[in-house]
Protein backbone atom coordinates (compact mmCIF):
# COMPACT_ATOMS: atom_id res chain seq x y z
CA UNK A 1 0.00 0.00 0.00
CA UNK A 2 2.72 2.86 1.02
CA UNK A 3 4.54 1.55 -2.61
CA UNK A 4 0.85 2.13 -4.42
CA UNK A 5 0.89 5.62 -2.33
CA UNK A 6 4.41 6.23 -2.82
CA UNK A 7 4.48 5.78 -6.55
CA UNK A 8 1.18 8.25 -6.69
CA UNK A 9 2.71 10.95 -4.97
CA UNK A 10 5.84 10.72 -7.52
CA UNK A 11 3.55 10.82 -10.47
CA UNK A 12 1.91 13.88 -9.27
CA UNK A 13 5.23 15.33 -8.13
CA UNK A 14 6.99 15.05 -11.52
CA UNK A 15 3.58 16.38 -13.34
CA UNK A 16 3.58 19.08 -11.19
CA UNK A 17 7.45 19.99 -12.04
CA UNK A 18 6.53 19.35 -15.34
CA UNK A 19 3.66 22.16 -15.59
CA UNK A 20 5.88 24.65 -14.22
CA UNK A 21 8.99 24.40 -16.47
CA UNK A 22 6.43 24.41 -18.94
CA UNK A 23 5.31 27.72 -18.01
CA UNK A 24 8.51 28.86 -17.37
CA UNK A 25 9.31 28.45 -20.66
CA UNK A 26 5.84 29.73 -22.53
CA UNK A 27 6.39 33.01 -20.24
CA UNK A 28 10.08 33.30 -20.94
CA UNK A 29 9.29 32.82 -24.59
CA UNK A 30 6.08 35.44 -24.32
CA UNK A 31 8.20 38.19 -22.84
CA UNK A 32 10.86 37.59 -24.86
CA UNK A 33 9.02 37.44 -28.27
CA UNK A 34 6.91 40.59 -27.61
CA UNK A 35 9.04 43.27 -28.91
CA UNK A 36 9.12 41.03 -32.02
CA UNK A 37 5.45 40.57 -32.07
CA UNK A 38 4.73 44.62 -31.44
CA UNK A 39 7.37 45.16 -34.39
CA UNK A 40 5.31 43.75 -36.74
CA UNK A 41 2.22 44.87 -35.47
CA UNK A 42 3.11 48.06 -36.14
CA UNK A 43 4.53 46.96 -39.17
CA UNK A 44 1.04 45.53 -40.26
CA UNK A 45 -0.65 48.33 -39.75
CA UNK A 46 1.53 50.93 -41.21
CA UNK A 47 1.06 48.89 -44.53
CA UNK A 48 -2.47 48.89 -43.60
CA UNK A 49 -1.99 52.76 -43.70
CA UNK A 50 -0.04 52.94 -47.02
CA UNK A 51 -2.90 50.42 -49.25
CA UNK A 52 -5.59 52.43 -47.62
CA UNK A 53 -4.06 55.73 -48.76
CA UNK A 54 -2.74 54.36 -52.30
CA UNK A 55 0.56 54.57 -51.15
CA UNK A 56 1.93 51.23 -50.88
CA UNK A 57 4.38 49.73 -53.48
CA UNK A 58 5.37 46.05 -53.06
CA UNK A 59 8.96 45.13 -51.97
CA UNK A 60 9.90 48.66 -51.16
CA UNK A 61 10.20 48.27 -46.96
CA UNK A 62 7.51 49.53 -45.48
CA UNK A 63 9.28 52.05 -42.99
CA UNK A 64 10.78 53.33 -45.80
CA UNK A 65 7.69 54.05 -47.65
CA UNK A 66 6.37 54.89 -44.01
CA UNK A 67 8.91 58.15 -43.87
CA UNK A 68 6.64 60.38 -45.24
CA UNK A 69 3.59 59.82 -43.17
CA UNK A 70 3.85 61.91 -39.87
CA UNK A 71 1.03 60.57 -36.83
CA UNK A 72 -0.72 63.69 -35.18
CA UNK A 73 -3.00 63.81 -32.04
CA UNK A 74 -6.16 65.20 -32.40
CA UNK A 75 -8.53 66.45 -29.83
CA UNK A 76 -12.14 64.56 -31.14
CA UNK A 77 -14.21 67.15 -29.40
CA UNK A 78 -12.48 70.53 -30.73
CA UNK A 79 -10.58 69.25 -33.70
CA UNK A 80 -7.13 70.67 -32.64
CA UNK A 81 -3.85 68.98 -32.50
CA UNK A 82 -3.01 67.99 -29.15
CA UNK A 83 0.36 67.10 -27.77
CA UNK A 84 -1.67 66.09 -23.85
CA UNK A 85 -4.72 64.17 -22.65
CA UNK A 86 -7.93 67.03 -23.01
CA UNK A 87 -8.09 68.76 -19.56
CA UNK A 88 -5.20 67.45 -18.25
CA UNK A 89 -1.19 68.21 -18.39
CA UNK A 90 -0.58 64.41 -19.09
CA UNK A 91 1.98 63.73 -22.39
CA UNK A 92 0.49 61.58 -25.13
CA UNK A 93 2.88 58.76 -25.23
CA UNK A 94 3.89 57.49 -28.85
CA UNK A 95 3.22 54.27 -27.49
CA UNK A 96 -0.78 55.49 -27.65
CA UNK A 97 -3.27 53.19 -28.67
CA UNK A 98 -6.77 54.65 -30.12
CA UNK A 99 -8.40 51.31 -29.57
CA UNK A 100 -7.56 50.65 -26.85
CA UNK A 101 -8.12 54.57 -25.11
CA UNK A 102 -11.70 53.66 -26.68
CA UNK A 103 -12.10 51.34 -23.85
CA UNK A 104 -10.39 52.96 -20.78
CA UNK A 105 -13.18 55.29 -19.20
CA UNK A 106 -10.50 57.71 -18.18
CA UNK A 107 -9.54 58.46 -21.55
CA UNK A 108 -12.93 57.92 -23.35
CA UNK A 109 -16.45 58.91 -23.43
CA UNK A 110 -19.82 57.17 -23.81
CA UNK A 111 -21.39 57.86 -27.26
CA UNK A 112 -25.34 58.72 -26.80
CA UNK A 113 -27.52 56.29 -28.37
CA UNK A 114 -29.27 58.48 -30.36
CA UNK A 115 -25.72 59.37 -31.79
CA UNK A 116 -24.57 56.10 -32.31
CA UNK A 117 -25.11 55.42 -35.68
CA UNK A 118 -21.89 53.29 -35.72
CA UNK A 119 -22.92 51.33 -32.78
CA UNK A 120 -18.89 51.90 -31.31
CA UNK A 121 -20.95 52.59 -27.96
CA UNK A 122 -17.52 54.22 -26.71
CA UNK A 123 -15.10 56.88 -27.86
CA UNK A 124 -11.36 57.87 -27.52
CA UNK A 125 -10.93 61.31 -26.15
CA UNK A 126 -7.66 61.78 -28.55
CA UNK A 127 -7.76 60.18 -32.21
CA UNK A 128 -4.66 59.34 -34.19
CA UNK A 129 -4.83 61.07 -38.06
CA UNK A 130 -2.06 60.60 -40.42
CA UNK A 131 -0.82 62.74 -42.55
CA UNK A 132 1.11 62.02 -45.68
CA UNK A 133 3.43 64.31 -47.79
CA UNK A 134 4.88 64.18 -51.34
CA UNK A 135 8.49 64.74 -52.40
CA UNK A 136 8.27 68.34 -52.68
CA UNK A 137 6.94 67.91 -48.84
CA UNK A 138 3.57 69.23 -49.59
CA UNK A 139 0.30 67.61 -48.17
CA UNK A 140 -0.98 64.64 -49.99
CA UNK A 141 -3.23 62.65 -48.01
CA UNK A 142 -4.80 62.76 -45.28
CA UNK A 143 -5.77 59.51 -43.07
CA UNK A 144 -8.17 58.90 -40.79
CA UNK A 145 -8.63 55.76 -38.92
CA UNK A 146 -12.59 54.75 -38.53
CA UNK A 147 -14.56 51.67 -37.48
CA UNK A 148 -17.78 50.58 -37.06
CA UNK A 149 -20.34 47.58 -36.71
CA UNK A 150 -21.37 45.41 -39.81
CA UNK A 151 -23.65 42.73 -39.34
CA UNK A 152 -21.94 40.04 -37.50
CA UNK A 153 -18.54 42.30 -36.27
CA UNK A 154 -16.59 45.94 -35.59
CA UNK A 155 -15.39 46.69 -38.75
CA UNK A 156 -11.43 48.04 -38.32
CA UNK A 157 -10.62 50.57 -41.11
CA UNK A 158 -8.59 54.07 -42.81
CA UNK A 159 -9.89 56.54 -44.86
CA UNK A 160 -7.53 58.25 -46.60
CA UNK A 161 -8.42 61.75 -47.90
CA UNK A 162 -7.30 64.44 -50.66
CA UNK A 163 -5.30 67.24 -48.88
CA UNK A 164 -8.64 69.29 -49.95
CA UNK A 165 -10.31 67.34 -46.97
CA UNK A 166 -13.34 66.23 -48.72
CA UNK A 167 -12.47 64.16 -51.71
CA UNK A 168 -11.84 60.39 -50.80
CA UNK A 169 -8.19 58.64 -52.06
CA UNK A 170 -8.76 55.39 -50.88
CA UNK A 171 -10.49 53.09 -48.19
CA UNK A 172 -10.33 50.07 -46.45
CA UNK A 173 -10.61 47.39 -43.93
CA UNK A 174 -7.55 45.79 -41.54
CA UNK A 175 -10.14 43.96 -39.91
CA UNK A 176 -13.52 42.56 -39.99
CA UNK A 177 -15.74 39.47 -39.50
CA UNK A 178 -18.34 39.59 -42.02
CA UNK A 179 -20.14 36.40 -44.36
CA UNK A 180 -17.16 35.36 -46.46
CA UNK A 181 -18.27 36.02 -49.98
CA UNK A 182 -20.94 38.72 -49.05
CA UNK A 183 -20.24 41.18 -46.66
CA UNK A 184 -16.64 39.89 -46.23
CA UNK A 185 -16.29 41.74 -49.77
CA UNK A 186 -15.73 44.43 -48.05
CA UNK A 187 -11.85 43.76 -48.62
CA UNK A 188 -12.27 42.80 -52.44
CA UNK A 189 -9.99 45.23 -54.24
CA UNK A 190 -12.61 45.97 -57.65
CA UNK A 191 -15.06 47.48 -54.23
CA UNK A 192 -12.63 49.62 -52.75
CA UNK A 193 -11.69 50.88 -55.96
CA UNK A 194 -15.08 52.45 -55.88
CA UNK A 195 -14.18 54.79 -53.36
CA UNK A 196 -11.42 57.56 -54.74
CA UNK A 197 -12.73 60.35 -56.17
CA UNK A 198 -15.88 60.26 -53.83
CA UNK A 199 -17.11 63.48 -52.23
CA UNK A 200 -17.49 63.35 -48.41
CA UNK A 201 -19.38 66.66 -48.80
CA UNK A 202 -21.12 68.58 -50.46
CA UNK A 203 -20.92 72.43 -51.89
CA UNK A 204 -22.60 73.93 -48.09
CA UNK A 205 -20.39 71.12 -46.02
CA UNK A 206 -23.42 68.91 -45.35
CA UNK A 207 -22.50 65.26 -45.39
CA UNK A 208 -23.29 63.70 -48.85
CA UNK A 209 -21.54 60.79 -49.28
CA UNK A 210 -24.00 57.58 -49.43
CA UNK A 211 -23.38 53.94 -49.54
CA UNK A 212 -26.63 52.81 -51.12
CA UNK A 213 -28.48 49.26 -51.52
CA UNK A 214 -26.57 47.38 -54.14
CA UNK A 215 -27.74 48.67 -57.94
CA UNK A 216 -29.77 51.57 -56.47
CA UNK A 217 -27.14 54.72 -56.92
CA UNK A 218 -28.73 57.95 -58.73
CA UNK A 219 -26.17 58.87 -61.63
CA UNK A 220 -27.54 62.46 -60.54
CA UNK A 221 -25.76 61.94 -57.41
CA UNK A 222 -22.48 60.22 -58.76
CA UNK A 223 -20.33 61.95 -57.20
CA UNK A 224 -21.40 61.17 -53.83
CA UNK A 225 -22.53 57.50 -53.92
CA UNK A 226 -20.91 54.07 -53.42
CA UNK A 227 -22.75 51.13 -55.14
CA UNK A 228 -23.10 48.90 -51.51
CA UNK A 229 -21.91 45.10 -51.46
CA UNK A 230 -24.24 42.55 -53.57
CA UNK A 231 -26.54 40.33 -51.15
CA UNK A 232 -25.04 42.09 -47.83
CA UNK A 233 -27.80 45.23 -47.16
CA UNK A 234 -26.83 45.32 -43.33
CA UNK A 235 -23.05 45.29 -43.74
CA UNK A 236 -23.37 48.16 -46.67
CA UNK A 237 -25.56 49.94 -43.99
CA UNK A 238 -22.67 49.63 -41.43
CA UNK A 239 -20.12 50.63 -43.76
CA UNK A 240 -22.40 53.93 -44.55
CA UNK A 241 -22.93 54.69 -40.90
CA UNK A 242 -19.51 54.19 -39.92
CA UNK A 243 -18.13 56.76 -42.68
CA UNK A 244 -20.53 59.26 -42.17
CA UNK A 245 -20.49 58.91 -38.24
CA UNK A 246 -16.32 59.43 -38.16
CA UNK A 247 -17.26 62.64 -40.80
CA UNK A 248 -19.93 64.10 -38.62
CA UNK A 249 -19.37 66.92 -35.85
CA UNK A 250 -19.76 63.44 -33.47
CA UNK A 251 -16.25 62.18 -35.43
CA UNK A 252 -13.50 64.28 -37.38
CA UNK A 253 -16.31 66.74 -38.68
CA UNK A 254 -14.14 69.61 -36.93
CA UNK A 255 -10.69 68.10 -38.07
CA UNK A 256 -12.01 68.44 -41.01
CA UNK A 257 -13.48 71.69 -41.11
CA UNK A 258 -10.22 72.72 -39.95
CA UNK A 259 -8.48 70.96 -42.73
CA UNK A 260 -10.65 72.20 -45.43
CA UNK A 261 -10.58 76.02 -43.92
CA UNK A 262 -6.82 75.40 -43.99
CA UNK A 263 -6.82 74.15 -47.88
CA UNK A 264 -9.03 77.04 -48.69
CA UNK A 265 -6.17 79.48 -47.33
CA UNK A 266 -3.41 77.88 -48.83
CA UNK A 267 -5.38 77.83 -52.51
CA UNK A 268 -6.02 81.45 -52.15
CA UNK A 269 -2.48 82.51 -50.99
CA UNK A 270 -1.17 80.15 -54.34
CA UNK A 271 -3.72 81.96 -56.37
CA UNK A 272 -2.45 85.98 -55.09
CA UNK A 273 0.75 84.13 -55.41
CA UNK A 274 0.65 83.18 -58.80
CA UNK A 275 -1.55 86.83 -59.77
CA UNK A 276 1.79 88.46 -58.63
CA UNK A 277 3.75 86.76 -60.82
CA UNK A 278 1.93 86.72 -63.85
CA UNK A 279 1.71 90.46 -63.32
CA UNK A 280 5.59 90.66 -62.78
CA UNK A 281 6.00 89.10 -65.96
CA UNK A 282 3.70 91.03 -67.85
CA UNK A 283 5.44 93.74 -66.75
Request: proline residues 4%; hydrophobic residues 35%.
Amino acid sequence: MAGKNESVSKTLLVAFLVCVVCGVVVATAAVSLRPVQEANKLKDKRKNILQAAGLYHQGVKIDDQFKSIKRKFVDIKTGDYVDTFPGSDKNIPDSYDQRKAAKDPSESFRVPDDQDIAKIKTQAQVAEVYLAYDDQGKLSRIILPVHGYGLWSTMYGFLALQPDANTVAGFGFYEQGETPGLGGEVDNPKWKALWPGKKLFDDNGKIAIDVVKHGTGSPAKADYTVDGLAGATLTTKGVDHLVRYWVSEDGFGPYLKHMRAAEGSNASANAKTDAATTDKGEA
